[in-house]
């Protein structure tokens, strides 16, 4: 698999190029309540990464960075075991890193986002990258989370679109990819369901809000896992993969003229 921190200094001047795709997962090491472990969003968006870039080899120039684990996750800083940056730290962070990739000849960056409370300072931090580095920018997510309007087909009815953390889909994957990390003997139903009765305020409406993790519960979870399985989990991760797969084709080509 092609992993960019593989390559020595020279080589990298002489493989990469400007049609090169530098793909870089972000994750998170944070609070997933009692039946998950808090590298959760670090172990999904590492699988996501490896197994995206492995499925393009030879297809497409995909380079792979590790995986950032430690990332904006202040939503869950009232709990212990939660690791995280302060947004204007991860910005540095990133800017820095695509400092660091347009110094190599290659041009594209891709962020592969695990973990939702990242996501709108990924989208500040493309068009800071593209205006000052000249990179080409993208921000995907293996799914698009649902408090950004995402949709999981998978998620039961009765969690009424209101799984965004540590619910079915979450743990679905993480009995699939690690199930020995688990404990769904302690797996609850957090769902909040007054939520459901605001048409216009809510995960994916047209009024969003500011939230933290326990305004919805002492648990910290959003969502029903109770009903997770490893079955759903694969089904869901290899879907993943392949809308990750058909994004990738894009974005090795793509202009926006």
Same mark, same amino acid.
Request: some cysteine; hydrophobic content about 40%.
């Given at each position: 698999?092609?992993?960019?921190?593989?390559?020595?200094?020279?080589?990298?001047? /002489?493989?990469?190029?400007?049609?090169?795709?530098?793909?870089?997962?972000?994750?998170?090491?944070?609070?997933?309540?009692?039946?998950?472990?808090?590298?959760? /969003?670090?172990?999904?968006? +590492?699988?996501?990464?490896?197994?995206?870039?492995?499925?393009?080899?030879?297809?497409?120039?995909?380079?792979?960075?590790?995986?950032?684990?430690?990332?904006?996750?202040?939503?869950?800083?009232?709990?212990?075991?939660?690791?995280?940056?302060?947004?204007?730290?991860?910005?540095?962070?990133?800017? +820095?890193?695509?400092?660091?990739?347009?110094?190599?000849?290659? #041009?594209?960056?891709?962020?592969?986002?695990?973990?939702?409370?990242?996501?709108?300072?990924?989208?500040?931090?493309? #068009?800071?990258?593209?205006?000052?580095?000249?990179?080409?920018?993208?921000?995907?997510?293996?799914?698009?989370?649902?408090?950004?309007?995402?949709?999981?087909?998978?998620?039961?009815? +009765?969690?009424?679109?209101?799984?965004?953390?540590?619910?079915?889909?979450?743990?679905?994957?993480?009995?699939?990819?690690?199930?020995?990390?688990?404990?769904?003997?302690?797996?609850?139903?957090?769902?909040?369901?007054?939520?459901?009765?605001?048409?216009?305020?809510?995960?994916?409406?047209?009024?969003?809000?500011?939230?933290?993790?326990? /305004?919805?519960?002492?648990?910290?979870?959003?969502? +029903?896992?109770?009903?997770?399985?490893?079955?759903?989990?694969?089904?869901?991760?290899?879907?993943?993969?392949?809308?990750?797969?058909?994004?990738?084709?894009?974005?090795?080509?793509?202009?926006?003229?």
């Amino acid at each position: 698999m092609p992993e960019y921190i593989d390559l020595t200094g020279p080589a990298s001047a /002489d493989v990469l190029g400007p049609d090169s795709v530098v793909l870089l997962g972000m994750g998170a090491i944070e609070q997933h309540g009692a039946h998950l472990p808090v590298s959760t /969003d670090y172990t999904v968006a +590492d699988a996501y990464s490896r197994a995206v870039t492995a499925e393009v080899e030879g297809e497409l120039d995909v380079w792979r960075l590790p995986t950032l684990a430690f990332t904006k996750s202040d939503e869950h800083a009232w709990s212990s075991g939660t690791i995280w940056l302060s947004w204007d730290t991860l910005m540095r962070v990133l800017v +820095d890193i695509g400092r660091s990739v347009a110094a190599s000849p290659a #041009r594209r960056l891709v962020f592969l986002n695990g973990h939702g409370g990242n996501s709108a300072l990924l989208q500040v931090a493309c #068009r800071e990258l593209r205006r000052e580095f000249g990179l080409r920018t993208f921000l995907m997510h293996a799914s698009v989370p649902v408090d950004q309007g995402g949709r999981s087909t998978a998620a039961p009815e +009765d969690e009424l679109g209101l799984g965004v953390h540590g619910g079915y889909s979450e743990t679905s994957i993480m009995l699939h990819l690690r199930p020995d990390l688990v404990h769904m003997e302690h797996a609850v139903r957090s769902v909040p369901e007054r939520m459901a009765n605001y048409k216009k305020i809510g995960f994916g409406k047209p009024v969003s809000f500011g939230w933290l993790s326990n /305004d919805f519960g002492t648990d910290g979870t959003i969502g +029903d896992p109770t009903g997770a399985t490893a079955e759903a989990g694969k089904a869901q991760f290899e879907a993943s993969v392949a809308g990750c797969v058909e994004s990738l084709r894009e974005i090795a080509t793509f202009l926006p003229g």
